[in-house]
């Protein structure tokens, strides 16, 4: 056997292991302070230098956001920076000094340094999928982060059907511009427009994907994913008058594969056990009445992670 011919040989067993090779998902019961610095540690990488802590800070009217109080541990822990962009869709927090009189209102400011990455600016990074968008457009402050903590709200979407870590990196690092780009499949950046364009259900989710998976390489992979799985309405944070709740709070799970993790929060939920005053049968309907887990597949597909993956209890 040549040289040329045992690197082939060595290539393809190498790619069967990693296609057969299991994500880890780490899983507490416990949401509070301490359990997300704990699923933080247990994954065994450290975010350091200048680390980007993205949530959603939630539109005005909605409670179901992830509070300071929750998150200030793990934050504090790695010296980090709250970040968000503006959105596309009006409401509280597409004008920039409405979003920071959101993030006011919503305590962030009072104890974390915040920043709306696209408050003075945006820039596009390279997709690795260009099926629809040819490029990502974020808030241009990414450029000054080192790592991120992807720290979402896991919970129903109107129109993604579900939110979770993948939505928190595309949708949520996103401008203005690029929110609309997504959402429109690749149609407009403008978001005058967008909403006229988003007859495309399958190509916005891949649309997403593509876009999660920019910011991860971006990133240069140096990114934490973090879903905490509490409050879940089937509507987002982004939706100023959210329904309540139906589903019991599950916990937080973590990953560094973000397609293992969302794909592992929705088997959760699928899977529960309904009981009165714990029902899962909302979100479950919202997720596949818009496809919601075609996000993950094109994820996986385009090579993000894997849905192959093995729960590890804290």
Request: with cysteine; net charge negative; proline share 2%.
């Amino acid at each position: 056997m040549n040289k040329k011919h045992l690197i082939a040989v060595m290539m393809v067993g190498f790619m069967a292991f990693m296609a057969n090779a299991q994500s880890r998902v780490y899983y507490t019961t416990e949401i509070t302070p301490e359990s997300l610095v704990k699923i933080y540690k247990a994954l065994g990488v450290e975010a350091t230098g200048h680390v980007a802590v993205k949530i959603s800070t939630g539109e005005a009217g909605n409670n179901h956001y992830l509070k300071p109080t929750l998150i200030r541990d793990l934050v504090d822990e790695v010296n980090g920076t709250i970040v968000e962009c503006c959105t596309a869709y009006g409401g509280s927090r597409q004008e920039v000094s409405k979003h920071w009189q959101t993030i006011h209102e919503h305590g962030f400011d009072s104890i974390f340094a915040v920043d709306i990455m696209d408050e003075f600016g945006q820039m596009r990074i390279p997709v690795k999928d260009r099926s629809h968008i040819k490029y990502d457009i974020v808030g241009d402050h990414l450029a000054n982060y080192d790592w991120m903590i992807n720290l979402a709200h896991f919970k129903g979407h109107a129109m993604g059907g579900y939110g979770g870590v993948l939505k928190n990196a595309s949708i949520g690092v996103a401008s203005t511009a690029g929110k609309a780009y997504i959402h429109s499949a690749g149609y407009t950046d403008d978001a005058t427009l967008a909403w006229s364009h988003i007859e495309d259900q399958d190509g916005f989710l891949e649309s997403m994907a593509a876009a999660a998976q920019a910011v991860h390489n971006y990133m240069g992979g140096r990114v934490i994913y973090i879903n905490v799985m509490n409050n879940m309405s089937v509507d987002c944070d982004c939706d100023g008058s959210p329904d309540e709740p139906k589903l019991k709070d599950m916990g937080i799970m973590a990953s560094l594969d973000p397609v293992a993790l969302d794909w592992a929060c929705v088997q959760m939920v699928m899977n529960h056990k309904a009981t009165a005053g714990d029902d899962n049968a909302p979100l479950i309907e919202r997720i596949n009445s818009r496809h919601g887990t075609h996000t993950i597949d094109w994820a996986e597909h385009i090579g993000l992670g894997s849905k192959n993956y093995v729960i590890v209890k804290l």
